[in-house]
């Protein structure tokens, strides 16, 4: 299963799927901050496969920030 979580202050984690829904119908909103860039976290739907998943909206820095995190422990 794969999640989004905090490690930092009060630690939680959510199911992937959840983290969508809640980003879908309002109930949540979700950011990253690497290195003083924070962005955003967005749905988009694959092109070939329609699955959901979650990416950052684009700020022109690669790497694509949600990657670059390292995992909750």
Known sequence: MQYLGNRYQI???????????????????????VNGRSVWIV????????????TTEGDGFPPNNLL?????P
Not at 43 to 54: A, C, D, E, F, Q
Not at 68 to 72: A, E, G, H, N, R
């Open 11 to 33: 630690r939680w984690l959510l199911l992937i799927d959840d983290a969508i829904q809640w980003i879908e119908t309002g109930k949540g909103r979700f950011y990253t901050s």
């Open 68 to 72: 670059s995190l390292p995992d909750c």
């Open 43 to 54: 749905v988009k739907v694959h092109p070939t496969s329609g699955r959901k998943y979650l």
